[in-house]
């Protein structure tokens, strides 16, 4: 995940590791959760998720997957919204290229990391 501020700018970035993972939905739902985590925790701002998954979008707008195995996932983003105001955008892959490229990082290093404050990525 990649949080940034109002002007585009790079606030922090991460990525880790799911040992057991059953679908790129479940990473998806993964990466909004920890991302949302980190910025109600740095940030009393609006909150615009972006992501190239419509289904994930798609579940954290309506009351789909409620009842599926990811439940509890979505079920914790919106209790880490609380009174947020939340606004989600369905973006393609190519404007998601680092987010990809870090969480492709993670599989092959299996490894997870958090950079927070100035983020150089290349």
């Avoid at 009842?67 to 369905?90: D, M, T």
Wanted: charged fraction near 20%.
């Amino acid at each position: 995940m990649v949080l940034r501020d109002d002007k585009g700018e790079i606030l922090m970035a991460a990525y880790r590791f799911i040992f057991h993972c059953n679908d790129p939905l479940e990473a998806e739902l993964h990466a909004i959760m920890q991302g949302m985590a980190l910025a109600v925790q740095h940030s009393h701002l609006p909150v615009v998720v972006q992501s190239d998954s419509s289904e994930a979008i798609s579940c954290l707008t309506n009351g789909t997957l409620l009842r599926s195995a990811y439940g509890h996932i979505v079920l914790e983003i919106k209790f880490l919204l609380g009174n947020r105001e939340f606004v989600p955008q369905k973006i393609n892959r190519l404007q998601n290229r680092v987010a990809d490229e870090l969480a492709k990082y993670s599989r092959t290093e299996r490894a997870t990391a958090v950079w927070l404050g100035s983020v150089l990525l290349y």
